[in-house]
């Protein structure tokens, strides 16, 4: 007959506690590299301006200088008001090679312009950023701006002001474009000149918007120069 086995009396010993003031137990090494993995920082700043933005804004930003000082020195060979610019404030030297940089600028603006334009729409951020507008939204802003109480406390949030001007820049441009083209090739784009009232009433309309658009630009600086962290964040992204 098969003997059994003695039962195991041996009592069942638990860790005790440690008293107080011990070391802790040392973990196991896998343990104890999952607990010297740092935490994902939870107040990490987020990224206002994403870098596709900044990089479209910098290059919109060159191409409108090179093309507001060429045009004024374009200008200055043809006026058809009682004034000129000065010619230290011009690019180009002379018409023709003002005619070159103004080309330069002109491909710049409206290549860089539609991918921004298009980035804008693709990623939703034009209806996020832009809209809605309001008329009494807009007298609401500018009257508190005007009173210096209009909150720049959040850099991610456009107030009605900010949201026209940007939405009055974007349909500036696209005059500028289009009347720039009939400066550019009359015969070809007939209809387009027909439409603004002739050669001569093209060139009126592509100053004034290029002088809208120099006034848009004077006003940018001026309210960055008032809340110069929306500069970092162009730069930075947050």
Request: net charge positive; charged share 15%.
């Amino acid at each position: 007959m098969l003997a059994r086995p003695a039962p195991n009396n041996t009592p069942l010993v638990t860790p005790a506690a440690a008293p107080p003031g011990a070391p802790p137990a040392v973990a196991s090494a896998p343990a104890a590299r999952k607990q010297a993995d740092p935490p994902a920082s939870p107040g990490s700043s987020p990224v206002i301006h994403p870098r596709w933005l900044r990089l479209t804004h910098w290059l919109n930003a060159l191409a409108v200088v090179v093309m507001i000082m060429s045009g004024w020195r374009i200008y200055n060979a043809a006026p058809f008001f009682d004034f000129t610019f000065p010619n230290g404030i011009t690019l180009g030297g002379w018409l023709g090679g003002a005619l070159q940089w103004h080309f330069a600028g002109m491909w710049l603006l409206f290549a860089n312009g539609l991918l921004y334009l298009a980035l804008n729409v693709a990623t939703g951020r034009l209806w996020r950023k832009f809209l809605p507008v309001s008329p009494g939204g807009v007298v609401r802003d500018l009257l508190a701006a005007l009173r210096g109480r209009l909150s720049h406390a959040d850099p991610r949030r456009y107030n009605q002001v900010q949201r026209l001007a940007y939405l009055f820049v974007m349909a500036d441009i696209a005059v500028l474009i289009l009347s720039g083209l009939v400066l550019w090739k009359s015969v070809q784009f007939d209809l387009l000149r027909d439409l603004m009232g002739g050669y001569e009433a093209a060139r009126r309309v592509h100053f004034f918007a290029m002088a809208l658009l120099a006034g848009f630009v004077a006003v940018h600086l001026a309210m960055v120069a008032l809340v110069p962290r929306s500069l970092l964040t162009m730069i930075r992204g947050k």
